[in-house]
């Protein structure tokens, strides 16, 4: 059994900052990329960043500057720090990550329940 937890979310002021962590569990052999995504009422899933095990980083254009994705390798952990919050910020916020389980030949992607962020004065 292979889980993503997600944690840190909550309610700041525009101009604020949060950080959303994200820890992969169970039987675990290795994990490739991982990433976060948000989805806003009414709207679709978008990405937010992505992240390689090597440290490589993508970001969606409306974060570049402001939200920073990084890794902990040892604690199978991904991070998300976000900056210079805006209203339009306000999702729900997914992290996800291509997994190998102990038990499978094969990647798997798996998500986390997501966490709320809210951007409001």
């Known amino acids: 059994q292979v889980q993503l937890v997600e944690s840190g979310g909550g309610l700041v002021q525009p101009g604020g900052s949060l950080r959303l962590s994200c820890a992969a569990s169970?039987?675990?052999?290795?994990?490739?990329?991982m990433g976060w995504y948000r989805q806003a009422p009414g709207k679709q899933r978008d990405l937010v960043a992505t992240?390689?095990?090597?440290?490589?980083?993508n970001y969606a254009d409306s974060v570049k500057g402001r939200f920073t994705i990084s890794r902990d390798n040892a604690k199978n952990t991904v991070y998300l720090q976000m900056n210079s919050l805006k209203p339009e910020d306000t999702a729900v916020y997914y992290c996800?990550?291509?997994?190998?389980?102990?038990?499978?030949?094969?990647?798997?992607?798996?998500w986390g329940q997501g966490t709320q962020v809210t951007v409001s004065s």
């Open positions: 992240i390689t095990f090597g440290g490589s980083t």
């Open positions: 169970g039987n675990i052999f290795s994990i490739g990329a």
């Open positions: 996800n990550a291509d997994i190998l389980p102990l038990h499978l030949g094969y990647h798997v992607t798996y």
